[in-house]
């Protein structure tokens, strides 16, 4: 990549107008679903809005592995299964029916038909007109997207405060600013509907944000032209050597020999992260940093169409249903089976093969301690014994699959770890012999 300033400005070529002055939270969000209040028609006071936080665990209720371990179980059923203790991030349904939502500074909105709900002190719910397509925040200001308008809230407030008209345009918004472009034309809007600059490209706009204060438009030909409001300075066209460029919220995304990159505004290209997108069509929803939270959002892929984050904590939008899931902790969930695999191994010509307790087939490496994935054409030459674990060849122990971490007067609970998030439980009834 090369080192030039991505969004350099350089030099005055067309333009007319003029300018006026101007991602840790935990919100528990099924208590404020029920919660309202109502609208203000008419502005007050310059108040600061106030968040409410409650602060608890996100997680469903963690299954404690030490706990169960310490108590041996009563039931025939469970003695006579297994308990798998699986490790999983927890995911939590936090409303139905929602059309879009946001998330910002701890704040979070839901947009469900002709209301957004909100965890904002004294304005929970907004009453808002039907058929919003999109709700997006910025600075102290909601903007509900309609098929040709734009309406415009002040949250400090909880009231209305105008609308624009915005039929065929996209648009971006940064605080009390809005950017609205449409073939080679844009302009940049004031919350009053009030006009502060326009101007025309050479080339056709395809993506356009605005954010502190500048303009970053994309025309056809794939070049980036960067727009200082307060300097009235738009600059040359510059070439972006990817094959393709995604503007987000916080952030541009780059695609390059099939390689995506996360880039913040106003950064060098040098300083551009390698990230993982998960996509929908030709369009990328979300890029992570982190590879093993995009594996689980890529299960999921076929139903999320929006993602939002803070920190570790994600917001996602499944069909109709707003969820979130911690990310940066697993917890261990419990589930029992009351039909328990015969464990059993045997031996091949180069090692062994397990009957695992969990139903699989594993391939057992005694000289490299290891276990792999089982050969296609593994055979079983001679069954081994097994007696509380352990896995005997002419009376000599070869392989501990499990251990004893508790018993009574009739049974043993064994532990087998198969790795960090799948532990299984089992029960041996007690004999003076291995069988």
């Known amino acids: 990549?090369?080192?030039?300033?991505?969004?350099?400005?350089?030099?005055?070529?067309?333009?007319?107008?003029?300018?006026?002055?101007?991602?840790?939270?935990?919100?528990?969000?099924i208590v404020l679903l029920s919660c309202s209040t109502k609208n203000k028609s008419m502005l007050s006071s310059n108040t600061d809005t106030k968040v409410v936080k409650i602060f608890k665990n996100l997680n469903e209720k963690e299954d404690?592995?030490?706990?169960?371990?310490?108590?041996?179980?009563?039931?025939?059923?469970?003695?006579?299964?297994?308990?798998h203790f699986k490790r999983i991030y927890s995911v939590k349904t936090v409303s139905d029916n929602v059309t879009d939502f946001y998330i910002l500074n701890n704040e979070i909105f839901i947009l469900k038909n002709s209301v957004v709900k909100t965890n904002i002190k004294n304005?929970?719910?907004?009453?808002?007109?039907?058929?919003?397509?999109?709700?997006?925040?910025?600075?102290?200001?909601?903007?509900?997207?309609?098929?040709?308008?734009?309406?415009?809230?002040?949250?400090?407030?909880c009231g209305k405060i105008g609308k624009i008209d915005a039929a065929s345009y996209q648009y971006d918004f940064d605080n009390s600013f809005i950017l609205l472009f449409l073939n080679r034309h844009f302009r940049v809007l004031d919350v009053t509907g009030k006009e502060i600059l326009s101007g025309y490209l050479f080339k056709k706009i395809e993506q356009g944000k605005i954010f502190n204060r500048k303009l970053y438009l994309l025309n056809s030909d794939n070049e980036l032209v960067v727009v200082d409001i307060d300097n009235k300075i738009i600059g040359n066209p510059v070439k972006v050597d990817f094959e393709e460029v995604y503007f987000f919220n916080d952030c541009i995304i780059l695609e390059k020999n099939k390689k995506y990159y996360k880039l913040q505004y106003g950064d060098y290209l040098d300083n551009a992260k390698i990230c993982y997108p998960l996509k929908k069509g030709d369009y990328p929803i979300f890029c992570f940093d982190n590879k093993k939270v995009f594996s689980f959002f890529d299960k999921l892929h076929d139903s999320v169409n929006k993602i939002m984050?803070?920190?570790?904590?994600?917001?996602?939008?499944?069909?109709?249903?707003?969820?979130?899931?911690?990310?940066?902790?697993?917890?261990?969930?419990?589930?029992?089976?009351?039909?328990?695999?015969?464990?059993?191994?045997?031996?091949?010509?180069?090692?062994?093969?397990?009957?695992?307790?969990?139903?699989?087939?594993?391939?057992?490496?005694?000289?490299k301690y290891s276990i792999e994935k089982l050969p296609e054409k593994a055979e079983c030459d001679k069954e081994l014994t097994y007696k509380y674990g352990v896995f005997y060849e002419n009376g000599n122990p070869i392989i501990t699959i499990a251990k004893v971490v508790n018993e009574n007067e009739k049974y043993k609970m064994l532990k087998r770890e198969i790795d960090e998030d799948n532990i299984y439980y089992y029960f041996d009834k007690k004999v003076d012999t291995a069988k």
């Open 123 to 157: 304005c929970y719910e907004l009453l808002v007109e039907d058929n919003a397509k999109e709700i997006r925040v910025s600075g102290n200001y909601i903007y509900l997207i309609y098929q040709n308008r734009i309406d415009i809230y002040d949250k400090r407030q």
């Open 64 to 83: 404690n592995l030490l706990k169960f371990e310490s108590n041996m179980p009563k039931s025939d059923f469970i003695l006579n299964g297994v308990v």
């Open 309 to 367: 984050s803070d920190n570790e904590i994600y917001f996602f939008k499944s069909n109709n249903m707003l969820k979130y899931a911690d990310l940066g902790k697993k917890v261990y969930f419990k589930e029992i089976f009351l039909n328990r695999p015969k464990l059993k191994a045997c031996k091949t010509d180069n090692g062994y093969i397990l009957f695992d307790i969990d139903g699989n087939k594993r391939f057992i490496d005694t000289n």
């Open 1 to 29: 990549m090369s080192n030039m300033n991505f969004f350099k400005i350089k030099e005055v070529f067309y333009f007319k107008g003029k300018i006026s002055i101007k991602c840790l939270f935990v919100i528990i969000l």
